[in-house]
Every structure is written in C-alpha cells, then in structure tokens.
C-alpha cells in the first residue's frame, strides 16, 4: 500500500509542475507584436492631440517597419486606466503620471522634450496682481487636477505661503486652453499653464497675458515603452525621437506642443532616466499625494 501511495503523490506533484512550466513557458513565448499602440495623456484637445501625435506615429512607423497606432482616450480617467491595463505600447506621459502610475506598470523612459517643465503663472494684462503672493483671496485656474502643471502650480503656491481652498479658491479646467479661455472671461483671476500653451494663446487670440511668477522646473513630459517591447525596438523608437526634426507637423501644433526655441540644441527630445525624475517624486510627498 505504501508503494503505490508514494507514486500517486509523485505523480500528482509532476503534474503540477508541468502545469507551472507550461504556464511560464506561455508567457516566456508571447509573440511579438505585429503594431504598437501609443497612447497620449489628454493635455490638449483630441483635435490637436491627432494632429500633433499622429505624425509622430507615422514617423516611428517608418523606422521601425511595423504599424504604430495612435489611441487617444476620451478623459484623463480613461487614460490612466487603459494606462494601468498596460493598454499602450508606447505612451506620452507627464512626470507625475509616470512615477505614480507608468513605472510600477512596467514603463521605461525613453526621451522628454528637449525643455524643462514648470508652471506658468499669467493674469489679464493690467491686472493689479503682480506675484504669486497678491493672489490670496482670487481664483486661481489651472488644468485637470492631476494634471503636471498643476501638481507644479500648487507647490509654487505653498511656497507663497497659501493654502488652496483657505487663501484661494483653485479651479480645475479641461485643459490649458480652457483655462486661459477662463481668465478672458474672468471668471477666474489667475490661470497656471505651461509657458509654450501660454506663449501660443498669445500669438493667435492677439490677447498678451502678464506673467506674475513661475514654479520650480522639472523634467518634461515624456516618451516611454512597455518593458514587453524588445530591446531592439525600445533603441529605435529612442533613436528615432531623438533625431526628430517634427517636420511632418503643423509648425502652429507643434509650437502648442514643445517650445520651437529647443531646436537650437538640434532636438526636440533629449534621453532621460528613472532618476531625473526624483524631481517629482518630491514635488508629490511635499503635497502629500505620494
């Protein structure tokens, strides 16, 4: 009885572990895929969004001889969910996102634009606000919630010794347009944007702003591939950014997108790390958010 009780338990161990390997050996084996999916956070209109990312796309096309597919997302809480089902590929993303969210998915960095990122603070122009601290008791306008410029934007705040929601009320936009838009009408004092959103209202509404104060700069947005994409593919798509020249979009888009004054250091993306952006992760524990 002893025999075959010791050869029923060795034969019900060896199936488990074939069971285990055949599982590895699946995932070990996943095929590489036939086109990429690039996804982008929503910080401008899905409009300006397509015609500033789908280029992009159809350049990386080309160097990597496979189909990239641009998807964009209805609302930053899509996003950030198709971004936790590791949906994309590859994915445009701001720093915050992406020390909260994309590197614990399995996102690598690969380049961010060429310029630093901070928040810019503007009010009408012959407003008698004139710094960030003249601001208490007004409405300051920002992005999303989440949005980098207004992680940035509330820091600088509490650094002027003000504490949203007690010594100003914040407001939440869909994006930086919208927010600029919102100070024109007045219905807000302030609006904290990035400096090339601001730059480029300015030039096609004819509409100059007066600047008040600016936050800390960081790292800017950024490039990033799934640790599913080869190696190989993760240098080309690097590579291919890298020596960009954005040719294929529209010059008034792209000045909405990255400040066209980087071209002088002859990108528009320059190779970042993890570690650039600790910047960040600072920024989110002096907030109390990370």
């Given at each position: 009885?002893?025999?075959?009780?010791?050869?029923?338990?060795?034969?019900?161990?060896?199936?488990?572990?074939?069971?285990?390997?055949?599982?590895g050996l699946s995932h070990a084996a996943e095929p590489t895929k036939n086109e990429y999916v690039l996804g982008v956070f929503p910080f401008l209109p899905s409009a300006n969004l397509e015609g500033i990312f789908a280029p992009i796309a159809a350049e990386l096309s080309k160097a990597l001889g496979k189909p990239v597919?641009?998807?964009?997302?209805?609302?930053?809480?899509?996003?950030?969910?198709?971004?936790?089902?590791?949906?994309?590929?590859?994915?445009?993303?701001?720093?915050?996102?992406?020390?909260?969210?994309?590197?614990?998915?399995?996102?690598?960095?690969?380049?961010?634009?060429?310029?630093?990122?901070?928040?810019?603070?503007?009010?009408?122009?012959?407003?008698?606000?004139?710094?960030?601290?003249?601001?208490?008791?007004?409405?300051?306008?920002?992005?999303?919630?989440?949005?980098?410029?207004?992680?940035?934007?509330?820091?600088?705040?509490?650094?002027?010794?003000?504490?949203?929601?007690?010594?100003?009320?914040?407001?939440?936009?869909?994006?930086?347009?919208?927010?600029?838009?919102?100070?024109?009408?007045?219905?807000?004092?302030?609006?904290?944007?990035?400096?090339?959103?601001?730059?480029?209202?300015?030039?096609?509404?004819?509409?100059?702003?007066?600047?008040?104060?600016?936050?800390?700069?960081?790292?800017?947005?950024?490039?990033?591939?799934?640790?599913?994409?080869?190696?190989?593919?993760?240098?080309?798509?690097?590579?291919?950014?890298?020596?960009?020249?954005?040719?294929?979009?529209?010059?008034?888009?792209?000045?909405?997108?990255?400040?066209?004054?980087?071209?002088?250091?002859?990108?528009?993306?320059?190779?970042?790390?993890?570690?650039?952006?600790?910047?960040?992760?600072?920024?989110?524990?002096?907030?109390?958010?990370?």
């Amino acid at each position: 009885m002893i025999l075959p009780r010791s050869m029923l338990l060795l034969a019900a161990c060896l199936f488990c572990f074939l069971l285990l390997l055949g599982s590895g050996l699946s995932h070990a084996a996943e095929p590489t895929k036939n086109e990429y999916v690039l996804g982008v956070f929503p910080f401008l209109p899905s409009a300006n969004l397509e015609g500033i990312f789908a280029p992009i796309a159809a350049e990386l096309s080309k160097a990597l001889g496979k189909p990239v597919r641009l998807r964009l997302t209805s609302s930053y809480d899509s996003f950030v969910q198709a971004l936790q089902d590791q949906t994309f590929d590859i994915v445009h993303i701001h720093p915050f996102d992406y020390v909260q969210f994309g590197r614990q998915k399995g996102y690598h960095p690969l380049v961010a634009r060429s310029e630093d990122l901070f928040a810019l603070f503007s009010v009408k122009n012959g407003s008698p606000i004139a710094k960030l601290s003249d601001l208490k008791g007004k409405r300051l306008g920002t992005p999303p919630a989440t949005g980098a410029v207004t992680y940035l934007a509330l820091d600088a705040v509490h650094k002027a010794g003000l504490t949203p929601g007690k010594d100003l009320a914040v407001r939440n936009f869909p994006n930086h347009l919208a927010c600029l838009q919102q100070l024109q009408i007045g219905s807000i004092d302030s609006c904290a944007t990035s400096s090339g959103t601001s730059k480029t209202f300015e030039s096609q509404f004819g509409l100059p702003l007066k600047r008040i104060g600016h936050s800390i700069s960081i790292p800017h947005t950024l490039f990033a591939a799934h640790k599913r994409i080869p190696a190989t593919d993760r240098e080309i798509i690097k590579k291919t950014l890298l020596t960009s020249s954005l040719a294929q979009v529209d010059p008034h888009l792209r000045q909405l997108f990255i400040e066209t004054g980087s071209a002088s250091t002859g990108s528009y993306f320059k190779a970042v790390s993890d570690r650039d952006y600790e910047s960040a992760r600072r920024i989110l524990k002096r907030l109390g958010t990370h």
